[in-house]
């Protein structure tokens, strides 16, 4: 199973923008790996937010982030990008990464955190005037 490493957090205004990654521990079957980013907020448990499919197509936004933040993923280069612009301050959290090796001919991606493994540290983000 591949390992997820995530970067990019900070602090940044409310209607301000991050960019956050996901790199995958080596490039091993990461083109047959749906992956997920997860967000746990303060006292709260953690939750899907937004994936894209093994191929980086079809990406599943929560309603929530739905409009503000996307996704893509690289394959080239074994890495998932996460632009996240109108920050509000519910989007304030630590935001995880990981995969769920599917590929072949399934599409799509599911959100659910118990379909993904290689888990992160992850990395924290503070939306905050």
């Known amino acids: 199973q591949l390992q997820f490493v995530e970067s990019g957090g900070g602090v940044v205004q409310p209607g301000g923008s991050l960019r956050l990654s996901c790199k995958a521990s080596?490039?091993?079957?990461?083109?047959?790996?749906?992956i997920g980013w997860f967000r746990q907020a303060p006292g709260k448990e953690r939750e899907g937010i937004i994936c894209?499919?093994?191929?980086?197509?079809?990406?599943n936004p929560a309603d929530s982030v739905s409009g503000r933040f996307s996704i893509s993923k690289d394959n080239t280069r074994n890495i998932v990008h996460l632009q996240m612009d109108s920050l509000k301050p519910e989007d304030t959290g630590i935001y995880y990464c990981?995969?769920?090796?599917?590929?072949?001919?399934?599409?799509?991606?599911?959100?659910?955190?118990?379909?993904?493994?290689?888990w992160g540290q992850g990395t924290r983000v503070t939306v905050s005037s």
């Open positions: 990981a995969g769920d090796r599917r590929g072949g001919l399934i599409y799509g991606c599911s959100r659910s955190a118990d379909e993904y493994h290689g």
């Open positions: 080596d490039a091993t079957f990461f083109g047959e790996y749906d």
């Open positions: 894209i499919d093994h191929a980086g197509s079809l990406p």
